[in-house]
């Protein structure tokens, strides 16, 4: 596809972001940058999502984010890039939003690997071609050494809408997402999945007429990461 032809126009800032680096990764992404996890066996309660306290903060849409966890334990969807107290994604603390949410952090402490910013989103309805227009990548291993485990993102679902989709794309040649790779993960309730989202393109397709809550997680690569993962899959 010729860069013109793009609907995303450069430059974009996602294209600068690092793809390759020494940082050690799990094997179950290295060939197509995510994995699709079993579902969740039981729905996690309204309450736990519903009743947090949310922040004003956009990215990849119309979205909010309560924060679970954050670099120091305060509300603050920057934690880990505040001027001044640069860190990488990892070494998170629970917030206040953490007691309201037990079985939520339960899942987060159970995956036993270091985990950063973990956040619960809600994404107002985005048809497709809006979405397209929001998607980008992460920039999760900022401030990461390069010894140290690649950081990635895990999903889980907590509202059920089996029409809506994460979509997922490689970056081309052009230093943008090659829609001849696009792949679509389902949004039904308990849908679990790890994305390198620093390598893929990401972005939500939400179908729905009401809001769409998920629990996302920085974690860090490495045994522990690598364990959990082979003994969720379906
Ligand atoms: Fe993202």
Redesign the pocket.
């Known amino acids: 596809m010729a860069v013109t032809d793009h609907w995303l126009s450069r430059p974009h800032w996602s294209t600068d972001i690092p793809l390759d680096t020494p940082h050690p990764r799990v094997g179950a992404l290295a060939e197509h940058g995510y994995v699709v996890l079993r579902d969740l066996a039981d729905p996690i309660p309204g309450a736990e999502y519903l009743d947090l306290e949310y922040m004003d903060w956009k990215?990849?849409g119309d979205t909010n984010f309560a924060p679970v966890a954050t670099a120091d334990g305060e509300l603050d969807c920057r934690g880990f890039w505040k001027p001044g107290h640069e860190r990488p994604d990892k070494g998170g603390r629970f917030t206040s939003n953490a007691e309201q949410c037990p079985r939520i952090v339960a899942e987060v402490e159970s995956v036993g690997a270091d985990f950063g910013r973990v956040r619960v989103i809600k994404l107002e309805p985005q048809p497709y071609d809006d979405a397209l227009r929001q998607i980008?990548?992460?920039d999760n291993n900022r401030f990461n050494p390069d010894t140290d485990g690649w950081v990635v993102?895990s999903w889980l679902e907590l509202t059920d809408f089996p029409d809506s989709f994460m979509v997922l794309m490689e970056q081309g040649d052009d230093g943008l997402p090659d829609p001849d790779t696009e792949v679509r993960v389902p949004l039904h309730c308990g849908s679990r999945f790890v994305v390198d989202?620093q390598r893929l393109w990401?972005?939500v397709c939400h179908t729905g007429t009401e809001p769409r809550y998920a629990l996302i997680s920085s974690f860090e690569s490495g045994p522990a990461l690598e364990a959990w993962i082979d003994a969720q899959l379906p």
């Open positions: 990215s990849g980008h990548r992460d993102r989202t990401h972005v």
